[in-house]
C-alpha cells in the first residue's frame, strides 16, 4: 500500500504561482509512475501531468504545457508540480496518483493508476 498526501494548495490571483507536492509513506515512490489530475465540481476528472520511475521523461496535458512543470525527488519520496501562469480556470482539486504500469500510453488515463491522494483544492481568482 502506498499512502500519498497533497499539500501547497491555497487561492493565488491570475498569472501567479503555486507548487504544489505528494508525499509518500508505505511504499518506496520510485518503483511508481506518478501523474496529476484534476477535477472540478459537477466535471470528469483530468489529466495534467505525469512522470516516469526516474523523471526522465514527463507527460503535460495541453491546457497546461508551458506553464506547469512536474518533478520528483525519489530520495524524498515526494513529487512536484509547479504552477505558473495560473488561470482561473485551472481552479480544481488537484490529486497526485501512484502507477504501476511501465507504458507511457497508460499514464493519460486515471484508471491505470493503483493509489490516489486526498486531493489539495487550488483556486486561482480573476
Known amino acids: 500500500q502506498v499512502q500519498l498526501v497533497e499539500s501547497g494548495g491555497g487561492l493565488v490571483q491570475a498569472g501567479g504561482s503555486l507548487r504544489l507536492s505528494c508525499t509518500a509513506s508505505?511504499?518506496?515512490?520510485?518503483?511508481?509512475?506518478m501523474g496529476w489530475f484534476r477535477q472540478a465540481p459537477g466535471k470528469e476528472r483530468e489529466f495534467v501531468a505525469a512522470?516516469?520511475?526516474?523523471?526522465?521523461?514527463?507527460y503535460y496535458a495541453d491546457s497546461v504545457k508551458g506553464r506547469f512543470t512536474i518533478s520528483r525527488d525519489n530520495a524524498k519520496n515526494t513529487v512536484f508540480l509547479q504552477m505558473n501562469s495560473l488561470k482561473p480556470e485551472d481552479t480544481h482539486v488537484y490529486y497526485c496518483?501512484?502507477?504501476?504500469?511501465?507504458?507511457?500510453?497508460?499514464?493519460?488515463?486515471?484508471?491505470?493508476?493503483?493509489?490516489w491522494g486526498q486531493g489539495t483544492q487550488v483556486t486561482v481568482s480573476s
Open positions: 508505505g511504499r518506496t515512490l520510485s518503483n511508481y509512475g
Open positions: 512522470i516516469n520511475r526516474s523523471g526522465g521523461n514527463a
Open positions: 496518483a501512484a502507477t504501476v504500469t511501465y507504458y507511457s500510453s497508460s499514464y493519460y488515463t486515471d484508471s491505470s493508476y493503483n493509489y
